[in-house]
């Protein structure tokens, strides 16, 4: 089980930290991603890890603005946005996929598991 959490309502140019607790799932041993959805459009991809954090992705509208991290000890994903746009609201959500070392994913299908999502509104 996903549980992401943090979002809210943030002016543009702030941040926000999303996190998303695992539970019944050996966390290390899954690869991590987030995504979103805006009203009316489909889910897109965000970022994601490696299981041991060594390798990350971010979608170009994002990279350099918001930064995936894990902390295998906690069962956590985290999700560090800043500069926020307006065109970053959303519902974000994680997901999880067991991967070998090493192993990152951008396509949504290729996740097992899902939380259900956070909402993110920029806006001032």
């Known amino acids: 089980q996903l549980q992401a959490s943090g979002g809210g309502l943030v002016q543009p140019g702030g941040s926000l930290r999303l996190s998303c607790a695992a539970s019944g799932l050996t966390f290390s041993h899954y690869a991590m991603g987030w995504f979103r959805q805006a009203p009316g459009k489909e889910r897109n991809f965000v970022a994601t890890?490696?299981?041991?954090?060594?390798?990350?992705d971010y979608s170009a509208s994002v990279k350099g603005r918001f930064t995936i991290s894990r902390d295998n000890a906690k069962g956590t994903v985290y999700l560090q946005m800043n500069s926020l746009k307006p065109d970053d609201t959303a519902v974000y959500f994680c997901?999880?996929?067991?991967?070998?070392?090493?192993?990152?994913?951008?396509?949504?299908?290729?996740?097992?598991?899902w939380g259900r999502g956070t909402q993110v509104t920029v806006s001032s």
């Open positions: 997901a999880a996929r067991e991967a070998v070392s090493g192993a990152t994913y951008s396509e949504a299908r290729r996740y097992t598991y």
């Open positions: 890890l490696s299981r041991g954090g060594s390798r990350t």
